[in-house]
């Protein structure tokens, strides 16, 4: 088959390898319809994640139709299912309290030992997503082996289409789960740093869950504008200094819940993230981490900060002692996508969220590559890019 | 002097040596190493226990031991894989079974690689049974047989470890996770 494979920063490649095979007996195999580009891809890209290895197959937004089912599957041949990003197996402590992301079985018992030394417990596996998290192959492939299939995938009625249904796999539950995360109470005022899809369906999802206003920050003015088509309020922060606007425009309080939508290549040049960007390039630190120092620095006391934006190892000059004078809140981590999918498949049937609004480019897997080149090149016009196997050459 | 010991499990000590923490643990036999790894199993005690006391099954998890065979209700055979392309093999003996709560078990014959083990079972309420499991050994060849032993990946802690989460794995899922793709990788991982 054909798949997108990562060779190192900047690199990756259509290449021909051998098409996946049922191992185990919950495995699904899943022919590939639809499958996204995620801005968790491009830390992938840009080469921020550690554990990477020449070949790996990305990509963890997949949907298509069940070719091969194991005896454990309760999938039949033919059906359409959307695929969660998270590989959990339904039947451990974790799974038991739906959180899915912390599954202790999803991960193969010898890649756990990096997260164990590293994060002190380690976690669900993930697909196409570093051997920290599985070694799985990913979803930008004609096939996957999807593990677990009688707990994981999804399955799409009839008459709906790939495109209103693929975000189902990531981000939609991740903006849901980060306005979930905020706690938010009516009469609220929620900011959504990062106007990515992770963060325009925070802003959604925040409306839905009651909030009064939402206030979106981002620099690309594309992306502003689709926050303000769902009434978000929008901060360009390259024109405007951004805690002081917020400070404003919450009438001197500061916002009640703060979603971080960033995560760890926050662009711009302020004081804070050029150090940080020096030690990037110098090795001295991993993540650049402006936009959740600003979430903290703003929020009103006693306030809420969700963070679904992923940071990988340590962060310096944290504002460890703002967070405990204000008395503050975090809540975070890799989405329980199994938990939501059935309420957010209902949510887009009875057509109370759309998804469609976000793809902006839709290119056959063979070009992938320059989907991964636009997307990190052209974020102000490049929303979302969906690959579909099989599509016809467009010009790019 | 006096003992300032604490609640902690004998092989977390940082400085008794591993034949006095044995003795804590319970275990007799010869050896200058002991490893006791802890997991949380969502199954019960007596599942869990009838699993293991079938001594053929620990190779269904057990990534270095190819083959146990039964002998007797007390005795088994053991293969396990050595450094390299080598395999090692002993004779175990039970010496002791409380069913639904603990197993342990010492080579014998066997003065090279003299080992002993115990696997114990604690209810753990909605968790389901903690099981631990420990080990106490003599290294082949002292320091020189640990070094190799870790090149090759067969550290005893971090193997111990990934035993028994494979265990878990198996226990609680009914298969043991991979992230191959194909039979031939799959295969090659665990050769
Ligand atoms: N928790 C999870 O399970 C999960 C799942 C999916 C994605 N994520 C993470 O969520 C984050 C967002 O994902 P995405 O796909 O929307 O990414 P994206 O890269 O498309 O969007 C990030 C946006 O943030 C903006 N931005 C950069 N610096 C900023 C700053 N200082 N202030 C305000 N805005 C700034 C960028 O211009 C961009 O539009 C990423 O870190 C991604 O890895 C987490
Ligand atoms: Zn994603
Ligand atoms: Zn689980």
């Given at each position: 088959m054909r798949a997108l494979t990562w060779h190192g920063k900047h690199d990756v490649r259509v290449d021909t390898v051998d098409d996946p095979e049922i191992?185990?007996?919950r495995d699904a195999i899943i022919k590939v319809t639809s499958t996204a580009i995620c801005g968790s891809d491009l830390h992938l890209y840009d080469g921020f994640i550690p554990t990477m290895k020449a070949g790996d197959i990305l990509g963890h937004e997949f949907m298509g139709e069940v070719v091969e089912t194991g005896p454990g599957s309760t999938l039949r041949k033919g059906q359409r299912v959307v695929v969660p990003f998270t590989i959990a197996c339904g039947s451990c402590y974790h799974c038991g309290k739906h959180q899915y992301s912390a599954?202790?079985?999803?991960?193969?018992a010898d890649n756990q030992d990096i997260a164990q030394e590293l994060y002190g417990q380690p976690m669900s596996g993930l697909f196409g997503y570093s051997h920290m998290t599985g070694g799985y192959a990913g979803?930008?492939?004609?096939y996957v082996r999807v593990p677990f299939s009688d707990v994981g995938p999804i399955v799409i009625p009839d008459g709906i289409d790939d495109d209103r249904v693929l975000f189902l796999s990531d981000i939609l539950p991740t903006g849901w789960q980060a306005a979930e995360n905020a706690e938010i109470e009516p009469g609220d005022t929620v900011v959504v740093w990062g106007c990515g899809p992770v963060g325009l369906f925070a802003v959604q999802s925040a409306f839905l869950m009651g909030a009064e206003r939402v206030i979106a920050i981002d620099h690309f003015p594309r992306r502003l504008e689709l926050a303000r088509r769902f009434g978000a309020e929008t901060i360009n922060y390259e024109e405007t200094r951004t805690y002081e606007a917020l400070i404003e425009m919450t009438g001197g309080i500061g916002p009640d819940a703060c979603i971080d939508a960033v995560g760890l290549e926050a662009h711009g040049f302020f004081a804070d993230n050029v150090w940080d960007q020096i030690k990037v390039s110098t090795f001295t630190g991993t993540d650049r981490t402006h936009s959740i120092r600003q979430a903290i620095h703003a929020c009103r006391k006693g306030g809420r900060i969700s963070m679904p934006a992923v940071y990988g190892g340590f962060v310096d000059k944290f504002p460890l002692g703002a967070f405990m004078e204000k008395g503050l809140t975090l809540k975070t981590g890799q989405t329980h996508v199994q938990h939501y999918l059935p309420g957010l498949l209902n949510a887009i049937v009875e057509d109370k969220?759309?998804?469609?609004?976000?793809?902006s480019h839709r290119l056959p897997l063979e070009q992938a590559p320059d989907g991964y080149r636009m997307f990190h090149d052209h974020q102000n016009d490049v929303t979302k890019v969906v690959l579909k196997p099989g599509l016809d050459r467009v010009a790019a | 002097m006096t003992d300032i010991r604490d609640d902690a499990p004998a092989a977390t000590a940082k400085h008794a040596s591993a034949t006095q923490n044995a003795a804590r643990e319970g275990l007799s036999g010869e050896g200058d190493t002991l490893i006791a790894r802890s997991v949380t199993i969502n199954r019960s005690r007596d599942d869990l226990y009838r699993f293991w006391r079938d001594f053929p099954n620990l190779a269904k998890f057990m990534?270095?031991?190819k083959r146990i065979d039964v002998r007797d209700d007390c005795t088994s055979h053991w293969v396990v894989a050595g450094p390299g392309e080598t395999t090692v093999e002993w004779d175990a003996q039970i010496t002791q079974d409380v069913p639904g709560e603990a197993i342990a078990w010492a080579s014998t014959n066997s003065p090279d690689v003299s080992n002993s083990g115990r696997v114990e079972f604690r209810d753990a309420g909605e968790r389901g049974t903690v099981v631990t499991a420990t080990i106490f050994y003599k290294a082949p060849a002292g320091f020189v047989g640990k070094l190799i032993a870790k090149l090759f990946q067969r550290e005893p802690g971090i193997q111990a470890r990934r035993d028994l989460r494979r265990f878990k794995q198996l226990m609680e899922t009914g298969e043991v996770a991979t992230a191959a793709r194909t039979l031939k990788q799959r295969e090659e991982e665990i050769a």
């Open positions: 191992l185990n007996p599954c202790d079985n999803g991960n193969p979803g930008q492939a004609e969220i759309d998804t469609t609004f976000l793809i | 990534e270095n031991v």
